[in-house]
């Protein structure tokens, strides 16, 4: 109906004004096309933002396995930052006002941390949750926030393939045998946090691991000191000064080395499932054995410490939303780990019976799919960034001087840094099997 005191159109001036709408809204869509040729031929298209921790060929093969199809099928530039430091620079750019659009962190504490301060976006509209278990997707305050895109076993103990089985247990008693390198640039100290972490599972199982990773068991308890006074033996502290000092100025991933020296130097190594893919374990063929049958006083039954690198959203713009939803999909997860001979935990990503790759790998899979397995993430990962990086540092000073006194006013530190009610910690960090 015609407003009130407006004239009807006649009929003749309805079709010209008809054919006019239509040309016009041609020549936009033309516009519009040529708009767009002109800006990806000015390498101007939509872009989104990625902070990750993968430098060199990490970052190629993730490039050409993940970015790459994505910005075929969905016309986005991924610009990609890879960094050994990215808590570093993730917290410098959060601190500018620049932060990526998306990040890939190992820390699931360090994500609540930002979580806490409303810097993520929930993705609980962009993933399912279905598709992880629940100590990969813990929620916070009803949302979920990350999700695990490559994940890793922690709790085996390496070793040669021309070392019989049946003699770990000796080996596993001297601490010259241990490989350990505790370098690692901003975040040196880790090797030795994944020990302890292992051990206190193994010892006590995942009860008591969990209330310690969320800062409900003190670090003064009889539990956590046992678990670091384990690891002191086990690494030579205090009686092999030569051993302590090569741990102290090699690199995690040098460690190794000594594995094919002539004589070899190490015979073990406790470390993450990725360590198989350097090169001196694929020289010494490396094989892998439960850490829980070497380690002094264990009584857990099948609890793993896993870690994984997590996804976050912190700009919500439709690039970054299509890129967090293509790398929650089970086959950019399929690809990365084809890439990488990783591992996936996404429900759809499971390696089927006729997947190729070696015995050690497939099995390995399946115990970080294993629903009666219990899995409990880095527990140093897992607590506020401020807890994690103290907790580094003292193994390495714990290393230096193991002194009874010394270790008490280690873990007297710790238990105050993670003592004030401002701290962010996790709900769950063990998903306790089926």
């Given at each position: 109906?015609?407003?009130?005191g407006?004239?009807r159109?006649?009929?003749g001036?309805?079709?010209?004004?008809?054919?006019t709408v239509?040309?016009?809204?041609?020549c936009?869509?033309?516009?519009?096309?040529?708009?767009?040729?002109?800006?990806?031929a000015?390498?101007?298209?939509?872009?989104?933002?990625?902070?990750?921790n993968?430098?060199?060929?990490?970052a190629?093969?993730?490039?050409?396995?993940?970015?790459?199809?994505?910005?075929?099928?969905?016309h986005?530039?991924?610009?990609?930052?890879?960094?050994?430091?990215?808590?570093?620079?993730?917290?410098?750019?959060?601190?500018?006002?620049t932060?990526?659009d998306v990040?890939?962190?190992?820390?699931?504490?360090?994500?609540a941390a930002?979580?806490?301060?409303?810097?993520?976006?929930?993705?609980?509209?962009?993933?399912?949750?279905?598709?992880?278990?629940?100590?990969?997707?813990?929620?916070?305050?009803?949302?979920v926030?990350?999700?695990?895109?490559?994940?890793?076993?922690?709790?085996?103990?390496?070793y040669?393939?021309?070392?019989?089985?049946?003699?770990?247990?000796?080996?596993?008693?001297r601490?010259?045998?241990w490989?350990l390198?505790?370098g690692?640039g901003?975040?040196s100290?880790?090797?030795?946090?994944?020990w302890?972490e292992?051990?206190?599972l193994?010892q006590y199982?995942p009860?008591a691991?969990?209330?310690w990773?969320?800062?409900r068991?003190?670090?003064?308890?009889q539990?956590?000191k046992?678990?670091?006074?384990?690891?002191g033996r086990?690494?030579g502290?205090?009686?092999?000064k030569?051993?302590?000092k090569?741990?102290?100025?090699?690199?995690?991933?040098?460690?190794?080395?000594?594995?094919?020296a002539?004589?070899p130097r190490?015979?073990?190594e406790?470390?993450a499932?990725?360590?198989?893919d350097?090169?001196?374990?694929k020289?010494?063929?490396?094989?892998?054995?439960?850490?829980?049958r070497l380690i002094?006083?264990?009584?857990?039954?099948d609890?793993?410490?896993?870690?994984?690198d997590?996804?976050a959203?912190?700009?919500?713009?439709?690039?970054?939303?299509?890129?967090?939803?293509h790398?929650?999909?089970?086959g950019a997860?399929?690809?990365?780990?084809a890439?990488?001979?990783g591992?996936?935990?996404h429900?759809?990503?499971q390696p089927?019976?006729?997947d190729?790759?070696?015995g050690?790998?497939?099995?390995?899979a399946?115990?970080?799919?294993d629903?009666?397995?219990?899995?409990c993430?880095?527990?140093s990962?897992?607590?506020?960034?401020?807890v994690?990086?103290?907790f580094?540092?003292?193994t390495?000073?714990?290393?230096?001087?193991?002194?009874?006194?010394h270790?008490?006013?280690?873990?007297?530190?710790?238990?105050s840094?993670?003592s004030?009610?401002?701290?962010t910690?996790?709900?769950?960090?063990?998903?306790?099997?089926?």
């Open positions: 109906m015609s407003a009130p407006q004239d159109a006649a009929p001036a309805r079709r010209r004004a008809v054919r239509t040309v016009v809204a041609s936009l869509v033309v516009l519009a096309a040529a708009v767009v040729t002109g800006v990806r000015l390498g101007q298209e939509p872009t989104v933002t990625l902070l990750a993968w430098t060199g060929r990490d190629r093969y993730f490039r050409e396995a993940v970015i790459e199809p994505f910005e075929r099928e969905h986005i530039k991924v610009e990609y930052q890879g960094s050994s430091a990215e808590s570093q620079v993730l917290g410098a750019d959060v601190e500018t006002g932060p990526p990040v890939v962190l190992t820390g699931p504490g360090e994500l930002y979580a806490g301060r409303q810097q993520l976006k929930p993705l609980d509209d962009l993933i399912r949750r279905e598709d992880f278990s629940e100590s990969w997707v813990t929620p916070l305050n009803g949302h926030y990350w999700f695990p895109l490559k994940a890793d076993l922690k709790s085996i103990v390496w040669p393939a021309r070392t019989p089985p049946g003699t770990l247990n000796e080996i596993a008693g601490p010259g045998q490989c390198g505790m690692s901003a975040t100290g880790w090797p030795g946090t994944d302890i292992d051990i206190l193994q199982g009860g691991y969990e209330r990773a969320r800062g068991l003190s670090w003064q308890s539990e956590v046992r678990a670091w006074t384990t690891w086990l690494a502290a205090g009686d092999h030569a051993l302590v090569r741990a102290l100025l090699t690199e995690y991933q040098q460690a190794s080395e000594l594995v094919t002539d004589p190490c015979t073990l406790h470390q499932s990725f360590i198989r350097l090169g001196p374990w020289k010494a063929d490396g094989r892998y054995t439960p850490s829980s002094p006083g264990a009584t857990a039954h609890a793993w410490e896993v870690s994984g997590l996804v959203l912190l700009h919500a713009t439709p690039q970054a939303r299509a890129l967090i939803r790398l929650a999909s089970a997860q399929r690809a990365w780990v890439k990488e001979s591992f996936s935990v429900a759809g990503a089927s019976a006729a190729a790759g070696a050690w790998h497939r099995s390995l399946r115990t970080l799919l629903k009666d397995a219990v899995h993430f880095d527990a990962d897992a607590m506020p960034p401020q994690r990086d103290a580094a540092q003292a390495i000073d714990f290393l230096a001087d193991p002194g009874e006194r270790l008490d006013d280690l873990l007297k530190n710790l238990d840094l993670s004030p009610e401002s701290l910690w996790l709900n769950s960090v063990c998903d306790h099997g089926s």
